[in-house]
């Protein structure tokens, strides 16, 4: 056995020895200080959809959240708005406001008409924006707040002989508020202790954000005000309530967009020359189609989370069917769709999602996608290359008839890039009969492809086999754990949380893997409420960065 295997085997022996070692009872934590978080794009837009309906357009950019510890929602929490960004969440804001109030809307949206729509009419602006302000800013508005909001509706109301016209500024101004686009957390006293804890309706932001990605319902908020989510019973009944809501898929839908880093969709492109059947249809259905396969396998079958690593129940359009050479009997619809058992696609990692994005815009990568199984699977982070290494080394333009096995070779022999390498190419090398746009082929460059592998010890000889390997690793539904409380939550997670996440990992595996289970467990826990006045002490956390060879 080598060092790198014994290595591994022993963090897997330990993984197994914590599930054994935890009791039913939650390790306590001492959490982490509040946090102060904008928006991201996801729930920006649909608080407008929950609160105004799909009907109204969101159109315009959003500044970039950097990818932090691996999420977008770690990064959210340290993001801040440049100038830029401040003109284009007004202009968001006019716009929005404006099609809130239009002929063709304000009769739904609205819950009063004016006495003359030529005429200002406060009590009825006072009434919308008081009503409409408290689900953006997921608390009720100070009398300050309204009285502010109404005067500008009043005010413009006047100017321009507009009911609604006035009515849309004061609208803006709620929606171009901080206290709308930073979702900011405020703590009290807890009488239990010496410490503090969350109020009522941070409390219920932090439920709705993780299983939503949205603001929370009105229910939601009156059991906040009603102090019911001061208790674990009263937390209870809402997170049951969230979990049969139509909006957790929603919500989930975000958090695997977030954890498998499935937003880079939006800047990916392929060589036309080299992939004419992978253009922008294929490409955002292929981002859908990996959603659809997880929403159907964990919310719909409620399967268990390993079998997405064998899976081969998905979903079809006649986009992917080019690029995936299978028939599609509806072409401009979404179908079910079967790979067969002897098909070499099984898994998350074999479908079009996966290896287009993790692959070059020319060619597949087999470094790429190694590290991808390794970091965002598997929670096992791959150190960045050194700043000194030539990659021109590893495209030999000389030698174009080799195939990526034999072009990574240079890998082992060079010290600098052996010991990474030895954890990405072998995974990756097991997915090279997909090409860059996730095709099947037999031959690179007339040359056969040998796609045996191994991972962990695992040797397998084909695409399913590192999917069935996968599925036995006790790392994946851990790293799933991992990651998905450092979601929930916004922030990395803290040293004295780890005890928590052995609790978590037994818990999951007590529930059969079962992503409803975990979210609960989750969300009920006293760990997603905890906070402190104390200074952050993070965890080894993962990188979002790393080699492009």
Not at 168 to 187: H, I, K, N, R, Y
Not at 193 to 221: H, I, Y
Not at 266 to 274: G, Q, R, V
Not at 309 to 336: C, H, Q, S
Request: aromatic fraction near 8%.
């Amino acid at each position: 056995m080598s060092g790198l295997q014994r290595v591994i085997t022993c963090c897997a022996v330990i993984v197994l020895v914590a599930l054994a070692g935890c009791g039913s009872r939650e390790p306590t934590t001492k959490g982490a200080p509040p946090t102060v978080r904008l928006l991201t794009e996801s729930q920006y837009r649909n608080i407008i959809a929950d609160v105004f309906g799909r009907q109204i357009e969101v159109a315009g950019r959003f500044d970039p959240v950097v990818r932090t510890e691996g999420l977008l929602a770690v990064g959210a929490g340290l993001a801040t708005v440049t100038p830029s960004g401040v003109e284009r969440y007004v202009a968001l804001a006019r716009s929005i406001a404006q099609q809130v109030v239009a002929a063709q809307n304000r009769d739904s949206l609205l819950p009063c008409k004016p006495t003359d729509p030529q005429q200002a009419d406060q009590k009825c602006a006072s009434e919308f924006l008081t009503r409409t302000g408290r689900l953006l800013f997921r608390r009720a508005l100070s009398a300050t707040e309204i009285a502010a909001a109404s005067d500008l509706a009043t005010t413009g109301a006047r100017e321009q002989h507009d009911f609604y016209a006035g009515l849309a500024l004061g609208l803006q101004s709620l929606l171009a508020a901080p206290d709308f686009l930073f979702v900011t957390e405020t703590v009290r006293d807890d009488p239990r202790s010496k410490t503090v804890q969350l109020d009522g309706l941070s409390r219920a932001s932090r439920l709705a954000f993780f299983l939503w990605n949205s603001m929370p319902d009105e229910n939601l908020l009156q059991a906040a005000e009603r102090g019911e989510l001061d208790s674990a019973a009263g937390v209870g009944r809402q997170v049951e309530r969230m979990l049969d809501s139509p909006r957790l898929e929603s919500g989930v839908r975000a958090m695997f967009t977030d954890l498998w880093a499935l937003d880079d969709f939006a800047t990916l492109e392929k060589d036309p020359t080299l992939f004419p059947a992978f253009g922008l249809a294929a490409a955002n259905d292929a981002r859908e189609q990996t959603l659809r396969t997880l929403v159907d396998a964990l919310l719909v079958r409620d399967a268990d989370y390993r079998e997405i690593f064998t899976n081969r129940k998905t979903f079809m359009t006649g986009a992917l069917g080019i690029v995936y050479r299978v028939p599609v009997d509806a072409p401009g619809e979404w179908t079910p769709f079967e790979f067969d058992r002897d098909d070499p696609r099984a898994g998350i990692q074999t479908q079009l999602g996966f290896l287009a994005l993790h692959s070059h815009a020319g060619k597949s990568s087999p470094t790429l996608r190694g590290k991808a199984v390794r970091e965002l699977l598997l929670c096992q982070r791959v150190p960045d290359p050194p700043s000194t290494v030539n990659f021109d080394r590893f495209n030999d333009p000389a030698s174009p008839g080799k195939t990526a096995r034999a072009r990574l070779q240079v890998h082992s022999t060079e010290p600098s890039c052996a010991g990474c390498h030895r954890l990405m190419d072998p995974i990756g090398l097991a997915l090279e009969n997909f090409d860059g746009a996730g095709q099947w082929r037999e031959r690179e460059n007339g040359e056969p492809i040998d796609v045996r592998g191994e991972i962990n010890g695992v040797a397998f000889d084909d695409p399913a086999g590192l999917g069935a390997a996968l599925a036995d690793d006790p790392a994946a539904p851990a790293c799933l754990v991992r990651r998905s409380y450092s979601y929930a939550l916004g922030r990395p997670i803290e040293r004295n949380e780890r005890k928590f996440l052995s609790y978590l990992d037994a818990s999951f595996a007590r529930d059969g893997y079962r992503l409803r289970s975990l979210l609960r467990r989750i969300a009920t826990s006293e760990a997603f409420f905890k906070v402190t006045t104390q200074p952050m002490q993070v965890a080894r956390g993962q990188s979002s960065e790393g080699p492009t060879s």
